[in-house]
């Protein structure tokens, strides 16, 4: 992932558009569902501007997921810190930030899962990233649970990452209150 890292640190303003242009349209649409003429197209550029820049379709692909998940951790931790007053309440502040973010307009779910579930090739570079952001979630959990002094951080990390990637599918189901019954139920785990 490291090769990626570096493109997205030398992208150029048509890279830059590409990339844009891609990442909307993958979450929007779906990844199998948008060409690389139709990526071109929207971004201003040729097909051969777009494979300069990214090599291949499936470079492209994991670029858009390398750089989802930065800014998500990011966009995550900035936000649990701004809206927790102190470690277990930082637990139960990642449900109420998931809840902020579907509630932002434009939800389709999450992109890793809806990622995921069109690169079930575990050889595609894209799949380490996807795999990669669900780890770094389940990490994170339990960090915070640690912070927090709960008994068992790792069991309590577990639990949280299922309820937190439950209510997200659920969720983009248009199923209401999914991601307010998740933290409810951590909460539960937290008294437990």
């Known amino acids: 992932m490291a090769e990626v890292a570096e493109l997205l640190e030398k ?23 948008v060409g690389v003429e139709a990526i071109a197209a929207e971004a201003g550029v040729t097909k051969k501007t777009l494979y300069a820049c ?27 810190t701004e809206h927790a007053t102190g470690p277990r309440e930082e637990l139960l502040a990642v449900f109420d930030a998931l809840d902020a973010w579907m509630s932002g307009g434009n939800f389709r779910g999450c ?12 050889d595609h570079p894209g799949w380490s990233v996807i795999i990669g952001q669900k780890r770094w979630m389940r990490d994170y959990f339990e960090e915070l649970a640690v912070a927090a002094d709960v ?7 577990d639990s949280a990452l299922l309820l937190y990637e439950g209510a997200t599918v659920v969720a983009s189901a248009d199923v209401p209150g999914a991601v307010r019954q998740a933290r409810r139920t951590a909460e539960v785990l937290l008294a437990a």
């Open 111 to 122: 992109g890793f899962v809806n990622a995921l579930a069109e690169i079930p090739d575990r």
């Open 54 to 80: 990214f090599g291949s379709k499936d470079q492209l692909v994991t670029a858009y997921l390398v750089e989802r998940d930065q800014r998500w951790r990011e966009w995550l931790q900035n936000w649990v």
């Open 11 to 33: 992208l150029t303003p048509a890279g830059r558009r590409v990339l844009d242009v891609a990442a909307e349209l993958f979450y929007r649409q779906g990844i199998h569902a």
């Open 151 to 157: 008994a068992e951080p790792a069991e309590f990390a």
